[in-house]
Structure formats: structure tokens, C-alpha cells
């Protein structure tokens, strides 16, 4: 099991790679902070494609950390965050770096705690974004 401070590490050694392009970290024991190690190395990274968290315990915290990162990032297409603890405030953070951001092609939000409200905002928010897929 990768933890907080494997995540630490790895995205240590990721920083100067041009390399890597899909990143599966699924099923592993990555919190909040093991999520803002990785919006760190996904504002600097221009390689990276995919990146699978699903499975993991980022919750609200960790979803306003990558979010942050995916309004900066340029090149990742499909981002899952499927059965992550996930709630309103999280899910909304996402959405509204989606609206600005035209890499991302997919992005899994499927299992979390998100309320059909909050969807079913977030659908109209994106509206204007027909290349991004959500899974719920």
C-alpha cells in the first residue's frame, strides 16, 4: 500500500520526468495530503495523461487541492476520482476549475458523496464544456 508519504517520494522523483504518462495509483491509503503532493507535481508536469486515485480517502480537502492543479494543467485528459470520499464542497471546486480547463476528456466522480443537487448544478456549470465526460 502507497501511503501519504510514498505518495511524498514518488512525486519527488516525478518532478523533472518527460516522460511519464499514465499514473494508477488506485486502492491505495492516500489522504488530503498525499492529494497535495500530486497537485504539486501536476502544476509542474507536462507529460502526465492519466491519473487513476480512485479507491482512496483525498475527501473535500484533496479534491480542492487537485482542483487547483487541473485549472493550471494542460495535458491531463482523464482524471479518476471514483469512491474517494468526496463530497458537495469537493465536487464543486472541481467543476469550476472544468470550466476553463480543455484537456480533460474524462473525469470519474463515480461512488463519492456527492448530492444529486450538486450534480445536477454542475451539469449546468458545464454545459459549455462538450469534450468533458463525467462519470458519477
Same mark, same amino acid.
Given at each position: 500500500?502507497?501511503?501519504?508519504?510514498?505518495?511524498?517520494?514518488?512525486?519527488?522523483?516525478? %518532478?523533472?520526468?518527460? &516522460?511519464?504518462?499514465? $499514473?494508477?495509483?488506485?486502492?491505495?491509503?492516500?489522504?488530503? !495530503?498525499?492529494?497535495?503532493?500530486?497537485?504539486?507535481?501536476?502544476?509542474?508536469?507536462?507529460? $502526465?495523461?492519466?491519473?487513476?486515485? #480512485?479507491?482512496?480517502? @483525498?475527501?473535500?480537502?484533496? /479534491?480542492?487541492?487537485? /482542483? %487547483?492543479?487541473?485549472?493550471?494543467? !494542460? &495535458?491531463?485528459?482523464?482524471?479518476?476520482?471514483?469512491?474517494?470520499?468526496?463530497?458537495?464542497?469537493? +465536487?464543486?471546486?472541481? +467543476?469550476? #476549475?472544468?470550466?476553463?480547463?480543455? +484537456? $480533460?476528456?474524462?473525469?470519474?466522480?463515480?461512488?463519492?458523496?456527492?448530492?444529486?443537487?450538486?450534480?445536477?448544478?454542475?451539469?449546468?456549470?458545464?454545459?459549455?464544456?462538450?469534450?468533458?465526460? @463525467?462519470?458519477?
Amino acid at each position: 500500500m502507497i501511503t501519504d508519504e510514498g505518495v511524498k517520494y514518488l512525486t519527488d522523483a516525478l %518532478q523533472n520526468n518527460s &516522460t511519464l504518462m499514465y $499514473l494508477y495509483l488506485h486502492y491505495n491509503e492516500i489522504s488530503e !495530503e498525499g492529494a497535495k503532493y500530486l497537485s504539486q507535481l501536476l502544476e509542474k508536469n507536462g507529460t $502526465l495523461v492519466e491519473l487513476n486515485l #480512485c479507491g482512496n480517502s @483525498i475527501g473535500d480537502k484533496g /479534491a480542492q487541492y487537485l /482542483a %487547483q492543479a487541473l485549472a493550471k494543467n !494542460e &495535458t491531463l485528459t482523464m482524471m479518476d476520482l471514483g469512491s474517494n470520499g468526496i463530497g458537495d464542497e469537493g +465536487a464543486k471546486h472541481i +467543476a469550476k #476549475c472544468l470550466q476553463n480547463n480543455k +484537456a $480533460l476528456e474524462a473525469m470519474k466522480l463515480y461512488i463519492n458523496e456527492i448530492s444529486a443537487q450538486t450534480i445536477e448544478e454542475i451539469k449546468q456549470i458545464l454545459k459549455t464544456n462538450e469534450k468533458l465526460t @463525467i462519470t458519477w
